[in-house]
């Protein structure tokens, strides 16, 4: 049912991991892409976010049976996602995307719209709970609730971070696009 | 996003609109294919071999530290202490603390030195110079915020879970809960230490409770020669003060119980290392695959340790770190290096990537850091991190990173 996505279970000694197969199959081709198009937000490379997306439903394979189990098993693999995100070159990326910032260049590509870059690319230029937790809630219109979950912290922890995050990206798209209406 | 409604003035509305917009847009030109999980675990346990094969650090330190006596080995500027059997190169020296390993030994600090924060340089290691500031955060003007952290290198001539071992009971002593470490995506570990054959590692981390910024991460590696790529036995500690520079280190990292045992006892430390370079020699020989020449040591500068596989906290990917006392003009020799960097082969610059800086910040007790990056068309990047200090040399690291 699933044959053009083959999902080896062959190093995992976790048996249940078979019994489960399908409906991880399942749960894995519904989700991919939103789980890219998050990864895609915060680390603004589309390679970078496939990959990271099949890290994270790799884990989420490798621990399907007690995974399958949660209300949001999509919620746990967007955790693991947006960790990684924020990790993967840590020192490099980060002084890379300095560097960037500095010097005004684009790295890359553009996947999107230049409107839609501009914003991501301001997402991930903040610091990276707020991008976390920004990233979330604009891309999937996650509630509160739903991110404090996602990211194992609390409600008020995520209120102060998209707060403080949306004030510095509306100030931020202001300034570059002059005081008025952004659009 | 009821809960989550802004105040209503124009910035804040031109933000929702460029939200929705955004959204729509990812959603509609971003719908990938779900792909095969095979590259991704085929990835992962590459990444894991060589983690376990010693991937560890690109760090840190240096101090000239009184004490320590080296032979000189002429014409290299360093100080070069090299032994391949356990005694040093030259007879009718002391040997040096981290003998057999080569090093720098002016630029050592042996154990019990003050480190920082209430940790000193533990038993069965010497600190390689002094302790780096941590640059992970950037602040708001997008400058890089050293705020109070700071990176070690240790070089591990001893037992390292000694090393790990006093660590920990110096981080207890200063109220971090340091527990068995792994990436979150491989597993959770159920020991501080693993073996695989005469491959070593290490791996702890842990904060303070209730949490107030602190953190501390210990890899200790030890792995043999590898082809061209040198033995390492070393130990990289990271030391974060801020909630920043924390979430940074501990949100990719699964903690094991703090019961943990530390693990099957270590191979012994390798013996066939290669003397430290001389001015003009070529270092960081055999990794990203061979497909980047090596870096030829510039003048006024000399490496203090073995260059080492990139750590775990380092990049993810295949990399390597150096770590050098510079004399002189810092600056010029990070230029220099820059400058090797962007016209070797296989290490031409992208003009479309970043770069290319240098930024410079004050850093702590009156130190200034340089940071230069640069990326190449093979995918592998590099970043130069000067610290010029007014008690020692500048200290120089050089890290790379595949991807």
Request: hydrophobic share 35%.
């Amino acid at each position: 049912m699933f044959d053009h996505v083959p999902v080896t279970t062959s190093d995992e000694p976790d048996e249940s991991a078979d019994v489960h197969a399908d409906s991880f199959e399942d749960f894995y081709r519904a989700e991919y892409a939103s789980v890219v198009r998050l990864a895609y937000t915060l680390t603004g490379r589309r390679d970078r976010a496939e990959e990271l997306a099949q890290e994270g439903f790799l884990a989420a394979h490798r621990r399907w049976a007690k995974v399958s189990g949660y209300d949001d098993p999509g919620g746990w693999v967007r955790r693991v996602v947006t960790n990684r995100c924020i990790s993967s070159g840590r020192r490099h990326v980060t002084q890379l995307r300095l560097i960037a910032r500095l010097s005004g260049e684009r790295p890359r590509q553009p996947e999107l719209s230049d409107d839609a870059e501009e914003l991501w690319a301001e997402v991930r230029g903040l610091p990276k709970r707020q991008a976390q937790v920004l990233a979330l809630v604009f891309l999937e219109d996650r509630s509160v609730a739903d991110v404090a979950r996602i990211l194992g912290c609390g409600e008020e922890t995520v209120r102060t971070h998209l707060r403080r995050g949306r004030s510095t990206l509306a100030d931020r798209l202001s300034d570059r696009h002059g005081k008025g209406p952004l659009t | 996003m009821t809960d989550t409604a802004p105040h209503d003035d124009a910035p804040e509305r031109a933000l929702r609109a460029r939200v929705s917009d955004a959204r729509r847009d990812t959603r509609q030109r971003l719908d990938p294919t779900p792909a095969p999980l095979d590259g991704a675990r085929a990835r992962l346990q590459r990444r894991h071999r060589l983690t376990a094969a010693g991937v560890a650090a690109a760090v840190v330190i240096v101090v000239a530290v009184a004490g320590v006596v080296g032979t000189r080995s002429g014409g290299t500027g360093a100080d070069t202490v090299v032994a391949d059997s356990g005694r040093s190169q030259e007879s009718g020296l002391p040997d040096s603390p981290a003998d057999p390993i080569p090093t720098s030994a002016e630029d050592m600090a042996v154990a019990g030195s003050p480190i920082a924060n209430g940790f000193s340089v533990p038993a069965g290691s010497v600190l390689a110079g002094g302790p780096l500031a941590f640059i992970t955060a950037l602040s708001d003007g997008g400058a890089p915020t050293p705020d109070g952290g700071w990176e070690a290198h240790l070089v591990v001539p001893g037992d390292p879970r000694a090393v790990l071992g006093d660590l920990r009971r110096q981080a207890r002593a200063v109220g971090l809960d340091v527990r068995p470490a792994m990436d979150s995506a491989v597993e959770v570990p159920q020991s501080f230490c693993r073996r695989d054959g005469a491959v070593y590692e290490c791996f702890a981390a842990g904060g303070s409770e209730p949490f107030d910024g602190r953190y501390l991460t210990i890899e200790v590696h030890r792995r043999p020669r590898d082809g061209d790529i040198g033995p390492e036995s070393y130990a990289l500690v990271t030391y974060s003060d801020s909630e920043q520079q924390a979430i940074g280190l501990e949100q990719f990292l699964a903690l094991g119980p703090a019961d943990a045992p530390l693990g099957p006892a270590p191979p012994p430390v390798p013996l066939d290392w290669s003397a430290l370079p001389a001015t003009g020699q070529p270092f960081a020989v055999g990794y990203h695959g061979g497909e980047l020449d090596p870096l030829i040591l510039e003048d006024g500068s000399r490496l203090i340790v073995p260059t080492t596989l990139g750590t775990i906290l380092g990049c993810t990917n295949r990399s390597f770190a150096a770590l050098l006392a510079v004399e002189g003009d810092g600056r010029e020799v990070v230029e220099a290096y820059a400058q090797q960097v962007s016209s070797g082969p296989g290490r031409t610059a992208d003009s479309s990537l970043p770069g290319p800086g240098p930024v410079t910040v004050d850093g702590p007790r009156g130190s200034r850091i340089t940071v230069r990056n640069a990326m190449t068309r093979v995918g592998v990047s590099f970043s130069f991190q000067l610290v010029e200090r007014s008690d020692g040399p500048a200290l120089l690291q050089i890290t790379s990173c595949q991807g």
